[in-house]
C-alpha cells in the first residue's frame, strides 16, 4: 500500500488504501489522456499545414494574374479610316499598327514589322475602337492610350519568361527583347492592376481572357437553384415531418431521400442531359438548365437539413400553442419554423454553396463551351465559375496557367463568403430555450 499520490482522485472512500496497482494503472490513464492530446494537436498541425500549402501554392500561381502590361501610344483618328456615321466601322488594327511603327522609323522591312506587331495584342484595336464608339468626337484627334501587350510579351514583363535563356528555348526572340527594352527606357510600359480579369468574358488570347462571363453565368445558376430547389425543399420537409403519415410509403420517400444526397453529381447530370435537353429540348449551355439541374442537387441536402432543424425544436412549443387554440398550421408557420429557421438557413446556404462549387454535372450539358460574351439572360450559353477553371486548365497557354489559380481563389472567395453568411445568420437568429 501506498500513499495517495498527486493527481489521484480526491473522493475515496474512508478506509480505503491507495495500491502500487492503482498507481500504476492511474499514471497510464494519464500517459494515454496524453498521448490522445498529443496525436490531435498533431493531425490538426498536419492538416492546418496542408491547407496552408495548398492556399500559398494557389497564391503564389496566381500571382502574375493580378496585373497586365501596357504599351502607351499615340493613335492617330484618320476620319478616312474610320466611318463616322457608324464609329464601330474602321480600321482600327491600320491605326494602332501606325502609331507603334511611328515609334520605329528605322524598321521598314515586313518580316521587322511583323516581329514588331506582335508586341501588341490582338485586343488593342478593339480597345481603340470602343473608345470611339464612346465618344465619336475623337474621330480626327490623336489620342494617348494604354494599350494591352501580347501574352509573350507580358510574362517577358513579369519575369515568368527568363531572357537569359536561349532563343530556341524561350517565346520572345532577341529582336523582340531589343524592341521592348527600347519601350521601357521610353517610359511607354507600365503595369496595372488586371481589370479585365473580371470586366471581360473569355478568350482565345490570355491577356484578353476574364470571368465576367463565369460570373454573371455563376449568379444565374445559384439564382435558379435557390428560386426552385429552397421552396420546395424547405415544403417537402415539414410536409414529411408534420403533416405525412408514418407508413411504408413515407419511410421509402425518406430512404430516397438519404439515397440520393449521396448519388454522385455526375448522374444528376447525366438525367439533365437526358430529360431536360433530350426530352424537352432546352438549349444546352443555359444557366437555366444548369439551375434545374443543381436544384435536384441540393434538394436532399435541403429537405434534410430542414427536418433536422424542426426537430431540434422543443415539442412542447408546439403543444403549447396547439394549447391556446391555434391551428396546427398555425404553430408550424408561427412558432416552430421561427425557431428552426436559423438551421434551415444554414443547411440552406450550405446546399447552394456546394452547388456553386460543381463541376461535373455542368460539363455534361455543355456550359464548358467557349463564349466570348458575358450572358443576357437565363436562355442565353454560359459558363460558370467551376467549367471556367476547367477551359482554362486545359488551355495549353502559358498565360492561362496563372488565370486559371486566379479563378480558383475567387471561387474559393465566394464559398467562404457563403459558408461566413451561413454562421452569421445562424448566431444571429439563434434562439435559447
Not at 79 to 105: H, M, Q, T
Not at 118 to 145: E, K
Not at 232 to 258: C, H, Q, S
Not at 295 to 309: N, Q
Amino acid at each position: 500500500m501506498t500513499d495517495i499520490p498527486v493527481g489521484a482522485p480526491e473522493s475515496i472512500a474512508p478506509g480505503w488504501t491507495w495500491s502500487d496497482a492503482a498507481a500504476r494503472r492511474l499514471k497510464s490513464r494519464h500517459a494515454a489522456d496524453l498521448r490522445l492530446r498529443i496525436y490531435g494537436i498533431t493531425a490538426i498541425a498536419i492538416a492546418l499545414g496542408l491547407l496552408l500549402t495548398l492556399l500559398t501554392s494557389i497564391v503564389v500561381a496566381s500571382w502574375t494574374a493580378w496585373s497586365t502590361t501596357q504599351i502607351r501610344l499615340e493613335v492617330n483618328l484618320d476620319p478616312n479610316e474610320i466611318d463616322a456615321n457608324n464609329p464601330a466601322k474602321g480600321d482600327y488594327d491600320d491605326l494602332v499598327r501606325a502609331a507603334l511603327y511611328k515609334l520605329f522609323p528605322d524598321v521598314q522591312s515586313n518580316a521587322d514589322q511583323r516581329v514588331l506587331r506582335d508586341l501588341l495584342s490582338q485586343g488593342a484595336q478593339f480597345q481603340i475602337r470602343d473608345r470611339v464608339v464612346a465618344d465619336p468626337a475623337l474621330i480626327g484627334q490623336t489620342i494617348s492610350v494604354w494599350v494591352p501587350v501580347s501574352d509573350p510579351i507580358d510574362q517577358l514583363n513579369k519575369g515568368v519568361i527568363d531572357r537569359n535563356l536561349p532563343p530556341d528555348r524561350r517565346r520572345v526572340d532577341d529582336q523582340q527583347i531589343g524592341y521592348f527594352d527600347a519601350l521601357v527606357a521610353d517610359g511607354r510600359i507600365r503595369s496595372v492592376f488586371n481589370t479585365t480579369l473580371f470586366t471581360a468574358a473569355d478568350s482565345r488570347f490570355p491577356e484578353l481572357a476574364g470571368l465576367k462571363g463565369a460570373l454573371i453565368g455563376s449568379f444565374y445558376l445559384v439564382l435558379i437553384c435557390l428560386l426552385l430547389s429552397v421552396p420546395t425543399g424547405i415544403a417537402a420537409a415539414i410536409y414529411l415531418e408534420e403533416f405525412a403519415p408514418k407508413n411504408r410509403w413515407t419511410d421509402l420517400i425518406e430512404v430516397n431521400i438519404n439515397n440520393l444526397a449521396a448519388v454522385p453529381s455526375i448522374v444528376f447530370g447525366l438525367l439533365g442531359l437526358a430529360v431536360f435537353l433530350g426530352f424537352f429540348g432546352l438549349p444546352r449551355s443555359a444557366p437555366l438548365v444548369g439551375g434545374m439541374v443543381l436544384s435536384l442537387i441540393t434538394l436532399p441536402t435541403i429537405i434534410i437539413t430542414t427536418r433536422a432543424a424542426i426537430k431540434a425544436v422543443p415539442p412542447s412549443i408546439k403543444e403549447a400553442a396547439l394549447g391556446i387554440g391555434a391551428s396546427h398550421i398555425q404553430a408550424i408557420t408561427h412558432h416552430v419554423l421561427p425557431l428552426a429557421m436559423p438551421g434551415i438557413l444554414t443547411g440552406t446556404i450550405i446546399g447552394l454553396a456546394h452547388a456553386l462549387g460543381e463541376t461535373a454535372p455542368l460539363l455534361l450539358i455543355g456550359m464548358n463551351a467557349f463564349i466570348t460574351a458575358a450572358p443576357e439572360g437565363i436562355m442565353s450559353p454560359s459558363t460558370t465559375l467551376p467549367t471556367q477553371i476547367y477551359i482554362w486548365f486545359d488551355s495549353p497557354e502559358r498565360g492561362f496557367v496563372a488565370r486559371t489559380s486566379a479563378a480558383i481563389i475567387v471561387l474559393l472567395g465566394f464559398l467562404v463568403l457563403m459558408n461566413a453568411l451561413a454562421v452569421f445568420l445562424r448566431k444571429r437568429f439563434e434562439r435559447k430555450w
